[in-house]
């Protein structure tokens, strides 16, 4: 029996929207904070089981404990998902981006200990195919009713849990991050699979917090000097020492080339928390070589001066810690000073008992 949907297939994907919709006809589920990856495990092929990355890219060699966990499964499939880690520790259970992020190493040794060290967990929340049906013209519904017939479930699977209470989608909300998750998602219970299109909503957190702009990138494909790309940001820790956390980006063509003026006079080549021999001291860095990037990348400093609020949505690692994603620029704050600007603003939910997320239980479970 063929599989009848094959690699690469285009993700569905989501639009952001504030607070969670009311009204009928939709379905909620957590959204996990993880790799997006689709599943196709056929045992009749010449490769039984292709995990495949949001872009399209296989992510087999990276996750051999979900291989194995998908050739398990007890028809052929085609699904849609998340992949994570599972961190446990004192409090519990929760997500882990970090030893996520570690996986994708290119040393097959490597991987191979942390396969068995941090082990991946397959979320599925979709099927788009199953034995040699095609089921993405099919309505949600029918292909959830699908999904939990099919089991997804035990060693390294699991299925994500649903309601079409708006209510319990709040408190999934707002208890749910507290074991590492991003928001909630809807969908529309009669909408067809629509790969490449952004036909899901998602619910997402969002918090701000003021941080010392020390330096800035320039937007590529103009001349240094004319427009920015991103701004550098940081904030003090116990010692006072600046660390990078993060960039604030997404701004017009026009903002670009305000703020490479307006930033201008304070361009520096002088002594900065950034540059120098004093920097070895376990501080965050812009720029830096890492497991992503295999040279420096360039950077314009700037006299730690100014203070910009911006909205983010999750950090990572601890202290030095850092915003996940880019940041949002959200306003100027003249009224701040620069050394004001500190990690204990960072706003940290209430941890949250992982295996309560899988039940789907919106009781509050939280760890003080």
Request: proline share 8%.
């Amino acid at each position: 029996m063929a599989l009848s949907v094959q690699p690469p297939v285009k993700p569905m994907l989501a639009a952001p929207v504030d607070g969670i919709p009311d009204r009928p006809g939709l379905c909620f589920e957590p959204k996990w904070d993880g790799f997006r990856c689709l599943v196709f495990a056929d045992p009749g092929a010449a490769e039984p089981v292709v995990l495949q990355s949001r872009t399209g890219k296989p992510l087999n060699r990276y996750f051999p404990e979900v291989l194995d966990a998908a050739g398990r499964l007890r028809r052929p499939a085609a699904l849609d998902g998340e992949l994570v880690v599972v961190r446990a520790d004192s409090d519990g259970q929760r997500l882990d981006w970090d030893a996520l992020s570690e996986r994708i190493h290119p040393a097959a040794s490597r991987v191979r200990e942390l396969a068995e060290r941090t082990p991946a967990l397959f979320i599925a929340f979709d099927l788009l195919a199953l034995d040699d049906a095609d089921l993405r013209g099919e309505p949600f519904t029918a292909r959830r009713r699908r999904l939990e017939e099919l089991g997804v479930t035990g060693p390294g699977l699991r299925t994500t849990p649903l309601t079409t209470d708006p209510a319990t989608a709040a408190a999934w909300f707002r208890l749910f991050e507290g074991a590492g998750l991003d928001g909630v998602i809807g969908k529309d219970a009669d909408g067809p699979y629509a790969p490449g299109k952004r036909t899901m909503l998602k619910i997402k957190h969002t918090r701000t917090a003021d941080c010392v702009v020390a330096g800035l990138r320039w937007h590529t494909g103009t001349e240094p000097g004319t427009a920015v790309g991103s701004l550098l940001l940081g904030l003090h820790d116990d010692r006072d020492v600046l660390h990078h956390v993060g960039v604030a980006g997404a701004f017009s063509a026009e903002r670009r080339r305000e703020l490479a003026a307006e930033l201008a006079p304070l361009r520096t080549d002088a002594e900065h928390p950034w540059l120098g021999e004093h920097v070895d001291d376990g501080r965050r860095l812009p720029g830096s070589i890492n497991r992503w990037r295999s040279t420096v990348q360039p950077w314009q400093a700037l006299r730690p001066e100014r203070v910009a609020e911006v909205a983010y949505d999750h950090t990572e690692g601890a202290v030095p810690a850092r915003f996940r994603h880019t940041a949002q620029f959200v306003r100027w704050r003249p009224d701040r000073a620069p050394e004001s600007c500190r990690y204990d603003q960072l706003d940290e939910p209430a941890r949250y008992d992982l295996d309560a997320v899988l039940r789907g239980e919106a009781a509050d479970h939280r760890r003080p």
